[in-house]
């Protein structure tokens, strides 16, 4: 599994699946990593066996790549540019992209700062909310304080305290990078066609389908009985994303 080097960043990432199949970069959520969010849950398994060649990134601060200190390297434009380069360090002007909360919000990035770089995206519980105030509470929780009492904080804490790969300060800075507010008009330029996928009991992505109403080319599946954690194993979520990149 390879390191590269990402505007002074290391990052990792992993190949899968046939190396002429037709190439999809994945993005995980806050606190997970390429393993957790698409191994364990049998994506990687599907998308090969479609034929996909799956590229897996570790994000800056998560899995096995560098963790930066500092907020400042944490901005979802830096962050959406990793996978540019991550594709110019494999010799490929664009692919497909399939992010999840985290990793759909980055993708957004991608499809708004680099639309030539992507062929079909599809993005699952992204959120839109830009609330900076509930992001401070994650970064106090993840600082130490214990009286954070946030359900979304205290959550996010408990998941990412229980894996020794991640670095709680570095999660901090992460969350408090700076993240530009979702625009109208940015979001009705958006050409690619892209597939917005949330569950119905999901708080984080409650926005999703008004946003994938936004974009010209885009398309919203909901997944019936589904909350953020479940919805990415969802077999009605990999039928979905097939069926569109397909």
């Known amino acids: 599994m390879p390191d590269f080097i990402s505007a002074g960043v290391r990052l990792h990432y992993a190949l899968a699946g046939p190396a ?5 970069v994945l993005g995980h959520g806050f606190c997970s990593d390429y393993s957790l969010n698409w191994i364990g849950t049998r ?10 060649h799956v590229i897996g990134l570790d994000s800056r601060g998560h899995g096995a790549s560098a963790k930066p200190r500092d907020p400042a390297a944490y901005s979802r434009p830096e962050m959406a540019a ?3 380069r991550l594709l110019d360090e494999l010799g490929l002007q664009a692919a497909d992209y399939l992010g999840y909360s ?3 919000r980055i993708g957004l990035e991608l ?19 830009d609330d900076f105030e509930r992001a401070r509470l994650v970064a106090r929780r993840f600082r130490g304080d214990a009286g ?4 979304v904080a205290v959550s996010f804490f408990s998941f990412a305290s229980a894996r020794p790969v991640n670095d709680l300060e570095a999660l901090a800075c992460c969350i408090l990078g700076d993240q530009p507010p979702l625009q109208e008009a940015a979001l009705g330029r958006v050409a690619v066609k892209a597939l917005l996928v949330a569950g119905d009991r999901d708080p984080i992505a409650a926005e999703a389908e008004s946003i ?3 974009m010209p080319n885009a398309s919203y599946v909901e997944l019936r009985g589904r909350d953020h954690m479940s919805s990415v ?3 009605a979520f990999k039928e979905a994303a097939l069926a569109f990149l397909s």
């Open 82 to 84: 990793d996978v540019t």
């Open 20 to 24: 002429d199949g037709r190439p999809i």
């Open 43 to 52: 994506w990687q398994e599907t998308l090969t066996g479609a034929g996909f």
């Open 111 to 129: 499809l708004q700062r680099f639309p030539e770089r992507v062929r079909r995206a599809v993005l699952g519980g992204l959120n839109g909310s």
């Open 212 to 214: 994938a109403a936004l």
């Open 102 to 104: 985290m990793g759909a």
């Open 148 to 151: 954070i009492t946030d359900p």
């Open 233 to 235: 194993p969802a077999r």
